[in-house]
């Protein structure tokens, strides 16, 4: 859901493992400092820019298999509504991708 805290996910953490929080809340933001000094792990939040370069080496990454992003599944934008309501039921376990075209 790109909002697990880390005390749900900590266990699939490798000591020294990152965990960055895309959506946290304001508890969990004053939390991910104190996390290192129990479990060696370190959660990684707060706003962030957005910079093109940034895409443009993710994009590069991901075409030389560098990187490989986890789809759950591809869905047509008429049934937008479906995805989100696929995405609030906390069921989904890796990213949805709406499409612009019908197929």
């Known amino acids: 859901m790109g909002n ?3 005390a749900r996910v900590s266990h699939a953490l ?3 493992g990152r965990l ?6 304001l508890p969990e933001l004053l939390r991910a400092p104190w996390v290192p000094l129990r479990s060696g792990q370190r959660v990684i939040a707060g706003p ?3 910079r093109i370069d940034d ?4 994009v590069r990454m991901v075409d030389a298999g560098a990187i490989s992003p986890l789809i759950d599944c591809c ?15 906390e069921k ?7 499409r612009l075209d019908a197929d």
């Open 4 to 6: 697990a805290p880390h």
């Open 14 to 16: 490798r000591s020294g």
């Open 20 to 25: 960055l929080l895309v959506l946290a809340t």
């Open 48 to 50: 962030a820019a957005e």
């Open 55 to 58: 895409l443009r080496t993710i």
């Open 75 to 89: 869905l047509p934008f008429a049934e937008v509504a479906q995805t989100h309501a696929r995405v609030e039921s």
């Open 92 to 98: 989904k376990r890796r990213s949805l991708v709406v």
